[in-house]
Nanobody, 118 residues
């Protein structure tokens, strides 16, 4: 079964770049039709989909975050990366990576709490 684990800093200063890593086990990030999403959750805001990367490495992003978001991968390490530029305290959230297939999320990481300091 696919398992995901997020890792990265617990705090980032405003205006800096947040970089997170999602390490995948139990499945290949290059498997056809597998997509790998970054999703975040803030108190009172629910879940916000940020973007995903497909098996071929192509990406899609939420329109509201496209200008600041970059998702990439390292296929040799089976890892998905998130970069969120120019962060503000509004970006404080729990960040999740998740595996999407058959029109639903099949697995989630445990989440990584990130606090943006002003």
């Amino acid at each position: 079964q696919v398992q995901l684990q997020e890792s990265g800093p617990e705090s980032v200063n405003s205006s800096q770049t947040l970089s997170l890593t999602c390490t995948v086990s139990g499945g290949s990030i290059t498997t056809t039709y597998y997509t790998w999403s970054w999703i975040r959750q803030s108190p009172g805001k629910g879940l916000e989909w940020m973007g995903f990367i497909r098996d071929d490495g192509s990406t899609d992003y939420s329109p509201s975050l496209r200008s600041r978001t970059s998702i990439s991968r390292d296929t040799s390490k089976n890892q998905i990366f998130l970069r969120l530029n120019s962060v503000t305290p509004e970006d404080t959230a729990v960040y999740y990576c998740a595996f999407f297939l058959h029109w639903s999320f099949q697995a989630w990481g445990q989440g990584s709490q990130v606090t943006i300091s002003s």
